[in-house]
């Protein structure tokens, strides 16, 4: 009755986690969800031209703004090679659709983000470890370089360098998502892998989920050109064009001179609240798992100092009144124990302080 691909389809577990969060006096650590008070409060009247059908790589006056963005970056991001998309999840789903058969060798780390791993999976894709020095192996690579999720590692420039050449020569396309760019608290290179290519096919896409609302289900791409019509093709048979009303709002935000103030505003929040997060953990858990403190992004990556799973200990916490995300789902395959992602966006203090206490207390309960 349904499609072949239907047979690799498994439930989200983070949707199945986002799903209980808001029972009251639930703890999330799980979602990559913003900081609720950092969500923007808007006022605008709409204009009935945003309410309108519009062109499928999305409004004119949005993809130059993008483009003098990513331009900045060094990007060969022209105005006519940059699409508005709805969510950057729809870009790893239009890059699948143009590379994965059933079979397909698609390079990803391990970890790496979990809902690219479900697209590629779906379009039936083979995972190989991506190694930022050698030869991708595949015609596709995917890579999270910026504060990545789950890990929240952020690839030094050596790497960069190194993963760019390796792609080039190879002729591998390279695919780089980057959410998470603006949301720095320290030092770390940042400039685009595939900014470095200089020629070869590449895509890189970023969002406007975690700098502005997540709800308005933006983000945006450039590819180099022998892919960007092919990506627009695919768009269109998906949803026409991203929401024009989510366009206006993103648009506004962006040409409004508090846009930059905002950025900075968001990070010197967040590296208030990872810090304060940081000091929660080696009180509670510091015995008990090692971690690093990232340099930007949203998560924690926690290592146990036993390899348990994870997974089998989240239902419990949930009754606890506490949810996290097993490490052990970020993995292509052979997913390694003891593994734990904890998102410090969204709790407050308390919250955290209430949540970590008790994660500590059932780790001890599994003999930690
Ligand atoms: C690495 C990565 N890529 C893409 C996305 C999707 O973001 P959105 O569709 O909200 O732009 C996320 C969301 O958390 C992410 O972590």
Redesign the pocket.
Known sequence: MFSQRIASLRPSPIREILSVIDRPGMVSFAG?LPASETLPHLTHSIAPTSLQYGPSEGDPELRTLVSEQLRALGLDAPTERVMILS???QG?DLVAKLFVDPGTPVAVESPT?L??LQVFRLYGADFTDLNWADSPGAPLAYV?PTFA?PTGRCAIDGERDSLARACLDSGTTLFE?D?YRELAYGPCHRAPVTARMGGGSWVYQG?F?KTFA?GL?L?FLTASEDLFPRLVMLKQTVDLHSSTLSQQLVRNALTDPSWASRLDELASFYRTRRDSFDDALRRHLGGLAEWETPAGGLFFWLRLTKPIDTRTLLATAIDRGVAFMPGEEFFPDRPQLGTMRLNFSHADADATERGLRTLAQLLATCGL
Do not use: K, L, M, W
């Open positions: 990559g969510g950057s999840q790893i983000y809902a690219a999270v999720n998502d959410p969002s989920s997540p289900r983000g």
